[in-house]
């Protein structure tokens, strides 16, 4: 545990217990220091919520034009808003103190650097930090934000869980669209962990592929338990960096990824980290999916540890924003009591307050575990389990003890050759003529005033829809995409692969129409001509139309519904997966082997096209349907749950207050054909594009 030392209590800089910021926030504790600031606990008057409260120092409060950055760099940081980033809440200036503070959200668990000191992570630890924090510092790279202080001690782990790995400290973040930054390119982070860049090699230029190699170097001490020997001194560090450092001690699941993110010259790096992790989508890389392993095992000690980001903190040792030289230690990474696991005891972590979910808009503080975590969900799965019901799978499947949803992914990692050959019940389809008389849907209210569009659209049949053939299709308009009809059945949902997929359940499905294949480029664009859909997809006109987010499908779904006056959604998940399934129990529709000619999914060792190719290039299911494996990953309606416990039985949308992860399925043709089952579940931040993602559509008959 580190011991922080606190300011003496006659430094003007110091804030006593019981200091009130704003009639808002009132002090409890110091916990945290910096060159330019103080990290203090702090509580809410209003509700009594735990906050983290970095406070400026008086001395750089005063610096009129530092303090024009410093609230220009907030705002910027507050647009961030991504599960592992930790949150900022308010910037502000207290009148009577005349000192400018952050709030921001607080969180318990001990710093990445702190977790290695035990021993290293194990690779699939790492695998799930990448993709974690991967996913998060991805989101502010899209924003023109550079971290240029990636460390093991930045990244935190709640309940020491790299499924809930938070990123830490971005007060020396520099917003690209901007020519101004707090400290100027001065390095001031942790040179073990600064890129060439920062070092001056390069031209000294610092860009987001400066983040992706101190990541890389962040990601090789996680794995052996220290950082990579880069030099002692200024002189050696210079010239380590101008080669790629030796990875012999790295495991070779992952040596290909740090190869890769730590090349000496930035053009040979990844342009981002979405396509770095694109790239090894489908192995053991899979954007924001499979669930997080925890640490090795061995002595896992459980330090408490309290971690702000905040504004612009010169760490010790290396210039300030003034240019000296500084003797102080590194920007605070403040501690708490620490609490050890105990290996006795397997209650539940306590609920949190009402006033402490992340649906009120409070910060969320995460509670100190009573266990160690994961070690349940770490347990592999038996080889080919024998069929058994749903009320037997919820109970016999280990699954992650209950956290808030969209918190972090909680699972071990995939172990393909462990699949069970045949999902655990019957799937029961109804045949089309059972499906119930047509009935005439009312045009959603929200598509109102529609422009006329650039491109004519007819649209094409009466309000009432007749019963399609199994695998026939139809167009509600020229421009639409074609509607296969999905019988009305019953099947059981998930599978025991993956612990995100448990427990398997039976759910219900009423008939209902998708689009036969994704949204293509040419059915997108008729939208975007129409000035209803802001992003003009790119590519052949029958190719999937690609890099959409969830609400980019909105405005798709918005805009047909008014040009056909019927009511278009997106599928549920339990929709999506019952509809791809095509009426089978096997891991694809298919078969349970993966065949070449059934799917585009990646090939090992072989090298994924560009783009995605045509669904029609590939079958369509035993329901007509296109496209279910391994073109492009699609969105559904349902805000992301780490796994199926309260999941609906009745086939709909399963929602959540203030979702921030929504769910996508199907996989990418970037996806190697063991990891896109077609019980396999993604997930992402619904307002962010990433080039894999598309959409297919419903409606209701």
């Known amino acids: 545990m580190k011991t922080v030392v606190p300011l003496h209590p006659f430094d003007p800089a110091f804030l006593p217990k019981g200091t009130r910021l704003n009639g808002i926030f009132e002090i409890e504790e110091l916990i945290g220091q910096g060159g330019m600031a103080q990290v203090y606990r702090a509580r809410t008057l209003e509700a009594d919520d735990a906050v983290a409260i970095k406070v400026v120092k008086p001395e750089i409060a005063r610096d009129q034009s530092l303090m024009g950055l410093l609230k220009k760099e907030a705002q910027t940081l507050s647009k961030i808003s991504h599960e592992a980033i930790v949150k900022h809440l308010l910037f502000s200036v207290d009148p009577q103190l005349g000192r400018p503070y952050l709030a921001m959200e607080l969180v318990r668990g001990p710093s990445l650097a ?7 992570l194990s690779v699939e630890a790492v695998f799930v930090l990448l993709n974690r924090v991967g996913t998060g510092l991805d989101v502010a790279h899209r924003l023109g934000i550079t971290h240029r202080d990636i460390s093991p001690d930045n990244i935190i782990l709640p309940r020491s869980d790299p499924g809930r790995a938070k990123l830490i400290d971005f007060g020396i ?3 690209l669209n901007e020519d101004e930054t707090i400290i100027a390119d001065r390095f001031a982070g942790k040179l073990k962990f600064a890129s060439p860049e920062h ?3 390069n031209g000294g230029k610092v860009t987001p592929k400066s983040d992706i190699y101190s990541f890389g170097l962040t990601l090789a001490a996680a794995l052996i338990g220290a950082p990579l020997d880069l030099g002692g001194t200024q002189v050696e560090m210079i010239r380590r960096r101008q080669s790629v450092p030796d990875l012999g001690k790295i495991d070779p699941r992952i040596r290909k990824i740090l190869l890769r993110m730590l090349q000496p010259d930035p053009a040979e790096r990844p342009d981002t980290i979405a396509d770095l992790i694109q790239a090894q989508e489908g192995g053991s890389v899979v954007l924001a999916r499979r669930a997080a392993a925890a640490p090795n095992p061995e002595a896992r000690r459980r330090r408490g540890l309290v971690a702000a980001f905040g504004l612009a903190l010169v760490v010790g040792g290396l210039a300030g924003w003034y240019g000296l030289t500084r003797s102080a230690g590194p920007e605070p990474a403040p501690t708490a009591s620490a609490e050890k696991s105990r290996p006795g005891d397997h209650n539940p972590p306590q609920a949190e307050r009402p006033g402490e979910t992340a649906s009120q808009g409070n910060p969320r503080i995460e509670e100190p575990p009573r266990t160690a975590p994961l070690q349940e969900a770490r347990r592999e799965p038996p080889l080919a389990e024998p069929p058994s019901p749903p009320q037997a799978a919820e109970e016999h499947a280990p699954a992650p003890p209950e956290h808030p949803v969209a918190a972090g992914r909680e699972a071990e990692p995939p172990a393909v050759s462990q699949v069970p050959a045949v999902l655990q019940a019957p799937v029961t389809v109804q045949a089309p003529a059972t499906v119930q008389a047509p009935v005439a849907v009312q045009a959603p209210a ?5 422009p006329t569009p650039q491109a004519p659209v007819s649209v094409a049949g009466p309000a009432s829809d007749q019963p399609l053939a199994l695998g026939r299709s139809k167009r509600d308009c020229s421009s639409c995409p074609p509607l296969v009809e999905v019988p009305a059945g019953s099947f059981s949902m998930g599978g025991t692969a993956d612990p995100s997929e448990r427990p398997a359940h039976h759910v219900r499905i009423q008939a209902f129409l998708m689009s036969r294949g994704p949204v293509t480029v040419g059915e997108w664009n008729a939208c975007h001509a129409a000035g209803r859909c802001e992003f003009k997809a790119e590519g052949a006109p029958n190719q999937p139309a690609a890099n959409l987010s969830w609400d980019d499908a909105q ?4 805009w047909i519904s008014g040009v056909t006056q019927k009511a278009y959604r997106l599928p549920s998940e339990a929709e999506w997966e019952y509809a791809a399934r095509g009426g089978t129990r096997t891991r694809f ?3 349970d082997q993966f065949r070449g000619e ?6 090992s060792g072989g090298t994924p096209p560009d783009a995605a190719p045509a669904a029609a290039d590939f079958p369509d299911n035993p329901f007509g349907l296109l496209g279910t494996t391994c073109v492009i990953a699609q969105w559904v309606s349902d805000c992301w749950h780490r796994n199926y416990r309260g999941a609906p039985a009745d086939g709909s949308s399963w929602s959540a207050p203030n979702c921030k992860q929504r769910v996508l399925r199907g996989g990418t043709w970037r996806s190697r054909a063991e990891s896109e089952r ?7 931040d619904p307002a962010v594009r990433y080039p894999g993602n598309g959409v297919r559509i419903a409606r209701d008959l």
């Open 678 to 684: 077609v019980t396999s579940r993604d997930f992402y």
């Open 589 to 591: 529709w298919w078969g």
């Open 173 to 175: 973040a520099r917003n």
């Open 598 to 603: 059934m799917a585009p999914c990646r090939s």
């Open 555 to 558: 405005q798709y779904v918005r």
């Open 446 to 450: 929200a598509p109102q005033a529609l």
């Open 199 to 201: 070092l001056g090699l």
């Open 114 to 120: 702190d977790l290695i000191k035990d021993g290293p």
